[in-house]
């Protein structure tokens, strides 16, 4: 978990460096490549989202918390292995 949270982090201060914020055509290239990998509300798009990013521009810390989850076995069911 730690490890995923830090590659979060290295984004996040990436994507909100002033390199990246001030460039417009930066922005939507980095939503775009990130897009494939989202599941997200269908009215969400690569326009809202370089506006969320804008609005952030500011931010300078993020707080991550865990909830508990059940743990997801990656072994076949029993009747499999026979």
Same mark, same amino acid.
């Given at each position: 978990? @730690?490890?995923?949270?830090?590659?979060?982090?290295?984004?996040?201060?990436?994507?909100?460096?002033?390199?990246?914020?001030?460039?417009?055509?930066?922005?939507?290239?980095?939503?775009?490549?990130?897009?494939?990998?989202?599941?997200?509300? @269908?009215?969400?798009?690569? @326009?809202?989202?370089?506006?969320?990013?804008?609005?952030?521009?500011?931010?300078?810390?993020?707080?991550?918390?865990?909830?508990?989850?059940?743990?997801?076995?990656?072994?076949?069911?029993?009747?499999?292995?026979?």
């Amino acid at each position: 978990m @730690e490890n995923q949270q830090r590659v979060v982090r290295a984004i996040i201060e990436r994507f909100l460096s002033a390199e990246t914020l001030s460039n417009p055509q930066r922005i939507h290239s980095v939503v775009e490549g990130m897009t494939p990998y989202l599941d997200v509300d @269908e009215a969400l798009n690569a @326009e809202s989202v370089a506006g969320y990013a804008v609005g952030m521009r500011d931010v300078r810390e993020a707080t991550f918390t865990c909830s508990p989850c059940l743990a997801v076995s990656t072994r076949p069911p029993p009747e499999a292995r026979r």
